[in-house]
């Protein structure tokens, strides 16, 4: 495998979708909200990434099966929006700066042929505070302000890495729109709490609101 390419398994129809990613990053937190999301619209799993550009290790489950570390898509229909939800295992080794060019670059490409035309992305970013804040990075100050007036706080002033930062920067050059979510975490561990806060705010801008323990239909 010399380059990045794409499992279809199951066919879909998007129109005008919205695409969400969350990687494994600080608190596991874009990863989390990623699979409550996936939970929640009850997404069906529809293409495979695979890269050698990921790390050179297998995945192994409790059967003892290997796999390919991969990214997967996901798809939910709902009245409003379709949805595409991307999340993974695994990222390009930090070091290799190229290796995540490629791979962001090969998602860009895919979700906009394929009819999306706003992203999400979602990650921790490492603030300890008492309370458990979303920040909001975007490619416009307009979206910012948006986001800011529907519960997310302004993260100024700092860095964003890995391929919850890059896939944003790099749809901005492909004339996509998008934010970034950020909860903030310890980032020690995986942080359910802040993975529940990033998913809770996007849940409800789209519409669904979310009540504790429940979940909406």
Not at 38 to 61: G, M, Q, R
Not at 153 to 166: D, F, M, P, S
Request: proline content about 3%; charged content about 20%.
């Amino acid at each position: 495998m010399d380059n990045p390419f794409f499992r279809e398994l199951l066919h879909n129809n998007l129109e005008n979708a919205l695409f969400v990613q969350g990687l494994p990053g600080f608190g596991n937190v874009g990863r989390i909200a990623a699979h409550l999301l996936i939970n929640f619209y009850d997404a069906k799993l529809f293409t495979e990434l695979y890269s050698p550009s990921f790390p050179d290790y297998v995945i192994v489950n409790s059967y003892g099966v290997c796999t390919l570390p991969k990214y997967e898509f996901y798809f939910a229909k709902t009245k409003d929006t379709d949805i595409v939800i991307m999340t993974g295992e695994t990222q390009p080794s930090f070091d290799d700066v190229l290796a995540h060019y490629q791979v962001c670059s090969t998602i860009v490409e895919f979700i906009k042929k394929i009819g999306c035309n706003f992203l999400v992305t979602m990650g921790g970013v490492p603030i300890v505070e008492d309370k458990c804040n979303v920040y909001v990075a975007a490619t416009s100050s307009r979206l910012v302000n948006e986001f800011k007036e529907k519960g997310g706080v302004v993260y100024g002033k700092g860095k964003i890495v890995g391929g919850t930062g890059l896939t944003l920067a790099l749809a901005k050059e492909y004339d996509l729109e998008g934010v970034c979510l950020l909860g903030s975490t310890s980032g020690f561990k995986a942080d359910r709490g802040a993975g529940y806060q990033v998913f809770k705010l996007l849940a409800n801008i789209l519409g669904k609101e979310i009540k504790e323990g429940k979940k909406e239909n």
